[in-house]
């Protein structure tokens, strides 16, 4: 069974930084796609960023792009999402998803397979 564990989250200063990692057990993920999504209270899910687990592919919400860097370490299974230039629009619970094709998992229930407890990342203004 697919199992998801996210850690990294905390408190930090608007302007600052935060690593997430996702370590991800239960299968070989080759072939898989790993996302990043959050979620503040009361709103949808949204998609943050995503990767091919055998490289080459990576994209990001419009968001996020030039201040958030999504990377893997397979021999570690575990995907990162490096998180600069925080803003406090940023603060919401990030979860890591992972779908078993390749260029999926964007769209959140839709397209992702297996999804991690999530993390809370919380930027002060």
């Known amino acids: 069974q697919v199992q998801l564990v996210e850690s990294g989250g905390g408190l930090v200063q608007a302007g600052g930084s935060l690593r997430l990692s996702c370590a991800a057990s239960?299968?070989?993920?080759?072939?898989?796609?790993m996302g990043w999504f959050r979620q503040a209270p009361g709103k949808e899910r949204e998609f943050v960023a995503n990767?091919?687990?055998?490289?080459?592919?990576?994209s990001y919400a419009d968001s996020v792009k030039g201040r958030f860097t999504i990377s893997s370490d397979n021999a570690k299974n575990t995907v990162y999402l490096q998180m600069n230039s925080l803003k406090a629009e940023d603060t919401d619970v990030y979860y890591c998803?992972?779908?078993?094709?390749?260029?999926?998992?964007?769209?959140?229930?839709?397209?992702?397979?297996?999804w991690g407890q999530g993390a809370q990342g919380t930027i002060s203004s």
């Open positions: 998803a992972a779908a078993s094709r390749v260029r999926s998992c964007s769209q959140g229930s839709a397209d992702c397979d297996y």
């Open positions: 239960g299968r070989t993920f080759s072939s898989y796609t």
């Open positions: 990767i091919a687990w055998s490289g080459g592919y990576t």
